[in-house]
């Protein structure tokens, strides 16, 4: 990924997700053009993406919201789940399984199995506990929350790739789990608007993004 004086971002995603981002009749595209201020570019062939600040936008937040939308979509993520990345205080980390494991192809494959769990288990487990969605995809793991919710999710991850067993990341989520409540309960009492919202979106049951996650 490369940026030109923050006025352009150059990014490559997997080929076999440039349709995604681009999604049916160009619409999920135009939607991250519209939501964000940009212009984007897909190459199908090489998956190269060039995302272009909109004319007359000077806040260069827009291109990198756009950077951080066409990476969930590269990294697995279905649109519905890469668009909680509009929603202020969401954010994507994307850990790169490689790092701690090196090139071994059969290494990685197990620890992402371990991630996953058997049908997905694990993977829910860790979601539903912090709130996040989360995308196994080649060889990273993405993870999109609040800064927060992301870190425990992260620290999950961790401990899965260093040999924890299960039952010890179970433990320490929902330990985890309490501690974000009690951080969300402060700031509401800060911020009363947001326990508001939070009480509207529990009785209305919550945005439903699906599973939106492509295995590799």
Same mark, same amino acid.
């Given at each position: 990924m490369a940026e030109d004086g923050m006025s352009r971002i150059f990014i490559k995603i997997p080929v076999e997700r440039a349709g995604v981002l681009i999604g049916e009749g160009g *619409?999920?595209?135009?939607?991250?053009?519209? #939501?964000?201020?940009?212009? &984007?570019?897909?190459?199908g062939r090489s998956g190269e993406v060039t995302i272009v600040k909109g004319i007359g936008s000077p806040d260069p937040s827009g291109l990198l919201k756009a950077r951080d939308l066409v990476n969930a979509i590269g990294r697995g993520f279905s649109h519905?789940?890469? @668009?909680?990345? @509009?929603?202020? #205080?969401?954010?994507?980390? =994307?850990? /790169? $399984?490689?790092?701690?494991?090196? /090139?071994?192809?059969?290494a990685i494959q197990r620890i992402k199995g371990r991630i996953i769990g058997e049908n997905g288990k694990t993977r829910r487990i860790i979601e539903n506990l912090?709130?996040?969605? &989360?995308?196994?995809? *080649?060889?990273? =793991?993405?993870i999109i929350g609040e800064y927060d919710e992301v870190n425990v999710a992260k620290q999950a991850v961790a401990m899965l790739v260093k040999g924890a067993m299960h039952g010890s990341v179970?433990?320490?989520?929902n330990k985890e789990? $309490?501690? $974000?409540?009690?951080?969300?309960m402060s700031l509401w009492e800060y911020r009363?608007?947001?326990?508001?919202?939070?009480?509207? /979106?529990?009785?209305?049951? #919550?945005? /439903?993004?699906?599973?939106?996650?492509?295995?590799?």
């Open positions: *619409g999920t595209k135009a939607e991250i053009e519209k #939501g964000t201020g940009t212009q &984007i570019t897909v190459d519905q789940c890469a @668009f909680r990345l @509009f929603t202020d #205080g969401q954010l994507i980390e =994307v850990i /790169d $399984l490689k790092q701690a494991l090196g /090139d071994s192809r059969n912090t709130g996040t969605v &989360i995308s196994v995809y *080649g060889h990273t =793991v993405s179970y433990r320490y989520l789990r $309490l501690e $974000l409540k009690k951080r969300k009363p608007e947001l326990k508001e919202h939070a009480v509207k /979106d529990y009785v209305s049951g #919550g945005e /439903d993004y699906g599973d939106g996650r492509e295995e590799e």
